[in-house]
T-cell receptor, first 113, second 118 residues
Framework: GAVVSQHPSRVICKSGTSVKIECRSL??????MFWYRQFPKQSLMLMAT?????????EQGVEKDKFLINHASLTLSTLTVTSAHPEDSSFYIC?????????FGPGTRLTVT | AQKVTQAQTEISVVEKEDVTLDCVYE???????LFWYKQPPSGELVFLIR??????QNEISGRYSWNFQKSTSSFNFTITASQVVDSAVYFC???????????????FGKGITLSVRP
């Protein structure tokens, strides 16, 4: 089946730095991808919808200037956490798919120290 | 607004017991998809099932079965003869109509932590 990859799988960064997370669709073209955030022992919450060639759509309460999303090609969406703070430490998961199937990436665990 | 309620937070059973995980949803859409995912400690979501709103047939896949009832807005998941490897967090999720097909943004329930003891 189709696969979505994420890189890196784990990242530790210092407070105030920026971190980029990549989400790739390996064998299908994704015009739309989704970014979710999951805090420990909590559910997945949608952050934004990434649209190829256009601006991302952010959910209420998500700061678009802090979580920059770029979807420059049909196989790659990136999420950049700018000026990261410890409260941004979380598990970030992307998803994408076709009209028939949706696939989740393996997730990226971000720890901000 | 869409909502998924998984009232059970933690369930602990002994191996070989049957267990049912409940899911109740709310939506104003007439077309939608319902999903179940398994999240083991590694964190990666494992797809279990997708059901569209027009298909109310129950489904069985090995030890897993699902009961979809639109009348009660429920989509319950039963594991028969549970095994230790079934220990994980299970999420029920609902998609939005305005996204066509299965690639939709999902509203997740809070998840149920299932522990299966030997």
């Amino acid at each position: 089946g189709a696969v979505v990859s994420q890189h890196p799988s784990r990242v530790i960064c210092k407070s105030g730095t920026s971190v980029k997370i990549e989400c790739r669709s390996l064998d299908f073209q994704a015009t739309t991808m989704f970014w979710y955030r999951q805090f420990p022992k909590q559910s997945l919450m949608l952050m934004a919808t990434s649209n190829e060639g256009s601006k991302a759509t952010y959910e209420q309460g998500v700061e678009k200037d802090k979580f920059l999303i770029n979807h420059a090609s049909l196989t790659l969406s990136t999420l950049t956490v700018t000026s990261a703070h410890p409260e941004d430490s979380s598990f970030y998961i992307c998803s994408g798919g076709t009209a028939y199937e949706q696939y989740f990436g393996p997730g990226t665990r971000l720890t901000v120290t | 607004a869409q909502k998924v309620t998984q009232a059970q937070t933690e369930i602990s059973v002994v191996e070989k017991e049957d267990v049912t995980l409940d899911c109740v949803y709310e939506t104003r859409d007439t077309t939608y998809y319902l999903f179940w995912y398994k999240q083991p400690p590694s964190g990666e979501l494992v797809f279990l099932i997708r059901r569209n709103s027009f298909d109310e047939q129950n489904e069985i896949s090995g030890r897993y079965s699902w009961n979809f009832q639109k009348s009660t807005s429920s989509f319950n998941f039963t594991i028969t003869a549970s095994q230790v490897v079934d220990s994980a967090v299970y999420f029920c999720a609902l998609s939005e109509e305005r996204f066509t097909g299965a690639n939709s943004k999902l509203t997740f329930g809070k998840g149920i932590t299932l522990s299966v003891r030997p």
